[in-house]
């Protein structure tokens, strides 16, 4: 069963740090292809792709409101991704969530079109999330 589970939220001030895990289980990063993304969804609006890296060569995207203050990373010998946080503004304030992609025939990865990277309806499987609260 695969399985995702999201930690590090936390209340934090304006311009400060902070580091989410999302630990995968089920599945190993290196047997195939696979996407894995962070997206996060704030009070009354969608759920928004942040940045999702690429397991086999950790070639990563990023939302253009995210890319110069967060760094997505994997540790595939942990099966672990991170999304480090820095300069964080109050309008980051949202639930994070890890999330999986699919992978295509032989476990190649799919994800060929930019605009799918970062689209939430492309990915399988999902973690419970982890809020982020960001004060002025």
């Known amino acids: 069963e695969v399985q995702l589970v999201e930690s590090g939220g936390d209340l934090v001030q304006a311009g400060g740090p902070l580091r989410l895990s999302c630990v995968a289980s089920?599945?190993?990063?290196?047997?195939?292809?696979?996407?894995i993304g962070w997206f996060r969804q704030a009070p009354g609006k969608e759920r928004e792709g942040v940045a999702c890296?690429?397991?086999?060569?950790?070639?990563?995207w990023y939302a253009n409101s995210v890319a110069d203050r967060f760094t997505i990373s994997s540790d595939n010998a942990k099966n672990t991704v991170y999304l480090q946080m820095n300069n964080l503004e109050p309008e980051d304030t949202a639930v994070y969530f890890c999330?999986?992609?699919?992978?295509?025939?032989?476990?190649?990865?799919?994800?060929?079109?930019?605009?799918?990277?970062?689209?939430?309806?492309?990915?399988?499987?999902w973690g419970r999330g982890t809020q982020v609260t960001v004060s002025s």
């Open positions: 999330a999986v992609g699919p992978v295509g025939p032989s476990g190649t990865y799919i994800f060929r079109e930019p605009h799918r990277r970062l689209d939430p309806l492309e990915y399988d499987y």
């Open positions: 089920g599945f190993s990063f290196d047997d195939y292809d696979y996407s």
């Open positions: 890296i690429r397991t086999t060569d950790s070639t990563t």
